[in-house]
């Protein structure tokens, strides 16, 4: 394949039925399920990319992907209506353009921002659970976000992480962490440089952990609001898994947007990628090193 120009998409999926982002062999994936579009209309397999490897039941609304193209025909906001005429209903293409060459959809993302959504009460629409978490009762935002607070900048996340996460480092720089109410929902948005595997669900199932047993404790919101914090603070601090709360089910969280650098940060890191090399398992070579997020 002779690549000529390299794409940016911007998708959107429900993640209900799908096993992740990542292809893999067991599970319907949203990148076997996009990389399966793109060989159609190729006639040969085409790698893409993903900013962010979103787990089993995490929606998109903002995903970025890039892959390498040997068509020169067809502009580049012409594969947005191919490809959503080859993909399944969950998943769509919402823009489509072209991209520096050396543009790599996660190694130049800035910023992810995530946001996980609930519902509370003891009824809710069952149509709206499909994409958030119901709690039992409203919590008090004033004991969340002097949680959500303490997160703010780097921030070890060891407490909050997964066993299973095979990252170098624990630590990640949080630009946005809060909580707010939209209606009767209850929205907590937060964006990092990156995130640990499941790092989002257990930061969120964990602050409402504390909150509610801070409410048990005080009906005075002051009290409530600094006895959360000081839960919050000592998990953080003691590095332990075993004071995090229960990790948040996946539903009601949204990769909601990525942002990026204003131009490549490895130049020539196109001319690797573009061979085809499998871009989520595969570690690109040495060379200049970005800038730090």
């Known amino acids: 394949?002779?690549?000529?120009?390299?794409?940016?998409?911007?998708?959107?999926?429900?993640?209900?039925?799908?096993?992740?982002?990542?292809?893999?062999?067991?599970?319907?994936?949203?990148?076997?399920?996009?990389e399966e579009a793109l060989a159609k209309i190729h006639g040969h397999p085409v790698p893409t990319l993903g900013a962010g490897r979103t787990d089993s039941g995490v929606h998109a609304m903002g995903q970025v992907a890039n892959f390498y193209t040997d068509i020169e025909a067809i502009p580049a906001e012409r594969f947005l209506p191919a490809l959503n005429r080859l993909l399944p209903r969950d998943l769509r293409v919402?823009?489509?353009?072209d991209a520096d060459f050396d543009f790599h959809s996660r190694y130049d993302a800035r910023l992810r921002r995530y946001r996980y959504f609930a519902l509370c009460g003891a009824s809710a629409d069952p149509m709206r659970l499909r994409y958030a978490h119901q709690l039992p009762r409203r919590p008090c935002l004033d004991s969340l976000n002097a949680c959500a607070a303490l997160i703010l900048g780097e921030t070890d996340f060891t407490t909050f992480s997964s066993a299973q996460d095979q990252s170098a480092s624990r630590s990640r720089f949080v630009h946005e962490s809060a909580f707010r109410w939209e209606g009767e929902l209850l929205l907590y948005q937060v964006a990092a440089n990156a995130f640990l595997w499941r790092m989002v669900r257990?930061?969120?199932?964990?602050?409402?952990?504390?909150?509610?047993?801070?409410?048990?404790?005080?009906?005075?919101?002051?009290?409530?609001?600094a006895r959360a914090r000081a839960m919050m603070s000592e998990a953080l601090a003691a590095r332990d898994r075993s004071l995090a709360g229960p990790t948040a089910p996946a539903r009601g969280l949204f990769l909601w947007?990525?942002?990026?650098?204003?131009?490549?940060?490895?130049?020539?890191?196109?001319?690797?990628?573009?061979?085809?090399?499998?871009?989520?398992?595969?570690?690109?070579?040495?060379?200049?090193?970005?800038?730090?997020?």
């Not at 911007?10 to 949203?30: C, E, H, I, M």
């Not at 952990?209 to 005080?218: I, L």
């Not at 690797?272 to 800038?291: C, L, S």
Request: hydrophobic share 30%; no cysteine; proline share 7%.
């Open 1 to 34: 394949m002779r690549v000529r120009r390299n794409i940016r998409l911007v998708l959107s999926y429900d993640g209900t039925d799908f096993g992740g982002w990542q292809r893999q062999d067991n599970a319907r994936s949203v990148q076997g399920a996009l």
């Open 202 to 225: 257990s930061l969120v199932g964990s602050m409402l952990h504390y909150e509610a047993r801070a409410a048990s404790e005080s009906d005075a919101i002051p009290e409530r609001a």
């Open 257 to 293: 947007n990525v942002e990026y650098y204003g131009s490549p940060t490895r130049p020539g890191r196109g001319d690797y990628w573009a061979r085809g090399k499998e871009g989520e398992a595969a570690e690109e070579p040495q060379g200049p090193a970005g800038p730090s997020p």
């Open 94 to 97: 919402l823009s489509a353009s």
